[in-house]
């Protein structure tokens, strides 16, 4: 492949996912011409139209198409398209055709790159970290997996010296990244349909820890078995980068970060301990990038955390709603307990879509423990993404049900999901998980009277 530099055009394939548009968007931030095909508009298209990228939402070869040439266009697409007719013509007229993690890595492959992996918590810390570099006054471009509620966007250009990326773990992308620096948060299993076991899981992420050539650029949660030498961090425990003494006063968290013989007090408005893990995580990145305390007090006081990463409003009506990307047991036992944290004597309702067939019946028995923990329960259908129904017989919502021992819970459509909400009795409204629950939640705030 020819220097990507060189290509004026750049057509996206699955363009309105989170991690094919924040990088639409640097090579639009870049003057290239920018267009895509994406199956159904979302916000995310939405907002990329409005900022001038062309896209199509017919799988047809249309006019635009035919007057692309393969000697200025690259051609991006995502795992998650299946065969296309407008890949099919790229392909027949021998365009260059790359997946986005091998786009992004040529990227990161020219920057400083700052790259932070993990099973969970990756994008948090990453946006996190974009904040703080942004407050810091940094070169940056950053690539996240969620919508960073101070920049409105999952992309921000203040230059092109440093690129600051969500690594990916699905399909072994990360791998083909050129991390200089990177956080390690989590390495728990997920995505068994790819990985097979944990220990496949794990030894991808001792694969990328590898790439990064400075232990002292390298920050893993301590206890995460990482081969290659690193500096580790943690909460409440000794490491070479931990934060003690949380406490809580009123909506705000704060602890005493500690490194070496430095101890630095912090506050902000982002609930749990695994967040405050996630901030010990991106402080020490960046106080080694040179980033001053004041500095990073100041970013971490105006953080305003991700889209559908614990948003939480006071409705109208009375009601607290929160919605949550979780998916894994692990994420949403940190929610659950983040919400019970908050609000002990409240009556949590929990409205789950389990996402992927293959993830419920991986960790069935977790997702059975944790959902347990709410008043009542609400779980709608498996939302399939890539996978089919027929692949994984007797693998449903009404099964995972079976399985959890609570006494007020019930299956229902993401149709009948609203109406459902308006029969309960609750005082707290959980909405979570990663597949289309997400249109819940403007019908929500309109039933609840609008944010109070």
Same mark, same amino acid.
């Given at each position: 492949?020819? &220097?990507? !530099?060189?290509?004026?055009?750049?057509?996206?394939?699955?363009?309105?996912?989170?991690?094919?548009?924040?990088?639409?968007?640097?090579?639009?931030?870049?003057?290239?011409?920018? *267009?895509?095909? =994406?199956?159904?508009?979302?916000?995310?298209?939405?907002?990329?139209?409005?900022? %001038?990228? *062309?896209?199509?939402?017919?799988?047809?070869?249309?006019?635009?198409?035919?007057?692309?040439?393969?000697?200025?266009?690259?051609?991006?697409?995502?795992?998650?398209?299946?065969?296309?007719?407008?890949?099919?013509?790229?392909?027949?007229? &021998?365009?260059?055709?790359?997946?986005?993690?091998?786009?992004?890595?040529?990227?990161?492959?020219?920057?400083?790159?700052?790259?932070?992996?993990?099973?969970?918590?990756?994008?948090?810390?990453?946006?996190?970290?974009?904040?703080?570099?942004?407050?810091?006054?940094?070169?940056?471009?950053?690539?996240?997996?969620?919508?960073?509620?101070?920049?409105?966007?999952?992309?921000?250009?203040? %230059?092109?010296?440093?690129?600051?990326?969500?690594?990916?773990?699905?399909?072994?992308?990360?791998?083909?990244?050129?991390?200089?620096?990177?956080?390690?948060?989590?390495?728990?299993?997920?995505?068994?349909?790819?990985?097979?076991?944990?220990?496949?899981?794990?030894?991808?992420?001792?694969?990328?820890?590898?790439?990064?050539?400075?232990?002292?650029?390298?920050?893993?949660?301590?206890?995460?078995?990482?081969?290659?030498?690193?500096?580790?961090?943690?909460?409440?425990?000794?490491? =070479?980068?931990?934060?003690? !003494?949380?406490?809580?006063?009123?909506?705000?968290?704060?602890?005493?970060?500690?490194? $070496?013989?430095?101890?630095?007090?912090? *506050?902000?408005?982002?609930?749990?301990?695994?967040?405050?893990? $996630?901030?010990?995580?991106?402080?020490?990145?960046?106080?080694?990038?040179?980033?001053?305390?004041?500095?990073?007090?100041?970013?971490? #006081?105006?953080?305003?955390?991700?889209?559908?990463?614990?948003?939480?409003?006071?409705?109208? &009506?009375?009601?607290?709603?929160?919605?949550?990307?979780?998916?894994?047991?692990?994420?949403? #036992?940190?929610?659950?307990?983040?919400?019970?944290?908050?609000?002990?004597?409240?009556?949590?309702?929990?409205?789950?879509?389990?996402?992927?067939?293959?993830?419920?019946?991986?960790?069935?028995?977790?997702?059975?423990?944790?959902?347990?923990?709410?008043?009542?329960?609400?779980?709608?259908?498996?939302?399939?993404?890539?996978?089919?129904?027929?692949?994984?017989? %007797?693998?449903?919502?009404?099964?995972?049900?079976?399985?959890?021992?609570?006494?007020?819970?019930?299956?229902?459509?993401? &149709?009948?999901?609203?109406?459902?909400?308006?029969?309960?009795?609750?005082?707290?409204?959980?909405?979570?998980?990663?597949?289309?629950?997400?249109?819940?939640?403007?019908?929500?705030?309109?039933?609840?009277? %609008?944010?109070?």
């Amino acid at each position: 492949m020819q &220097n990507i !530099n060189t290509y004026q055009n750049f057509y996206f394939v699955g363009i309105g996912g989170i991690g094919m548009s924040a990088l639409a968007r640097y090579f639009k931030s870049l003057g290239k011409r920018v *267009s895509g095909y =994406d199956k159904t508009p979302t916000k995310l298209t939405d907002a990329l139209v409005s900022e %001038g990228v *062309s896209i199509s939402f017919q799988d047809e070869v249309s006019a635009d198409i035919k007057a692309l040439h393969p000697e200025d266009t690259l051609v991006i697409y995502t795992p998650a398209i299946k065969k296309l007719k407008i890949l099919e013509h790229f392909e027949q007229q &021998n365009f260059t055709i790359v997946k986005r993690a091998k786009a992004l890595g040529i990227v990161t492959k020219h920057t400083e790159c700052l790259a932070i992996a993990g099973t969970h918590g990756k994008t948090t810390t990453s946006t996190l970290v974009a904040h703080l570099s942004n407050v810091a006054g940094l070169p940056f471009s950053c690539f996240l997996g969620g919508i960073s509620e101070n920049f409105k966007s999952n992309f921000l250009y203040k %230059g092109s010296e440093i690129s600051i990326v969500e690594a990916d773990e699905y399909d072994r992308s990360f791998l083909s990244l050129s991390p200089d620096w990177a956080i390690i948060t989590s390495i728990d299993a997920d995505h068994l349909d790819i990985y097979g076991d944990k220990n496949h899981i794990e030894d991808s992420f001792r694969d990328f820890a590898a790439l990064v050539k400075d232990e002292k650029k390298l920050f893993v949660r301590k206890g995460a078995d990482i081969k290659a030498p690193h500096l580790t961090y943690a909460v409440n425990e000794k490491a =070479d980068f931990y934060s003690d !003494n949380l406490r809580v006063e009123g909506e705000k968290t704060l602890f005493t970060f500690h490194s $070496n013989e430095d101890k630095v007090e912090f *506050s902000w408005e982002i609930p749990g301990i695994h967040n405050v893990e $996630n901030a010990t995580a991106a402080i020490a990145l960046l106080h080694s990038l040179g980033a001053t305390y004041e500095q990073l007090q100041s970013g971490i #006081s105006s953080f305003k955390g991700i889209k559908r990463r614990y948003t939480k409003h006071k409705l109208a &009506n009375g009601k607290i709603y929160i919605d949550d990307y979780a998916h894994h047991p692990t994420e949403l #036992s940190a929610v659950i307990s983040s919400v019970r944290a908050f609000s002990p004597d409240k009556k949590l309702l929990i409205v789950f879509q389990p996402h992927l067939f293959s993830r419920t019946r991986d960790f069935a028995d977790g997702f059975a423990e944790v959902l347990a923990k709410g008043d009542d329960l609400l779980l709608l259908d498996i939302y399939p993404a890539r996978e089919l129904q027929e692949d994984f017989e %007797g693998i449903t919502s009404r099964w995972l049900l079976d399985k959890i021992n609570t006494e007020n819970k019930e299956v229902c459509t993401l &149709n009948q999901t609203l109406s459902k909400i308006k029969q309960r009795d609750f005082d707290v409204l959980l909405t979570v998980g990663a597949g289309n629950i997400d249109t819940l939640y403007d019908p929500i705030i309109k039933w609840g009277g %609008g944010i109070d």
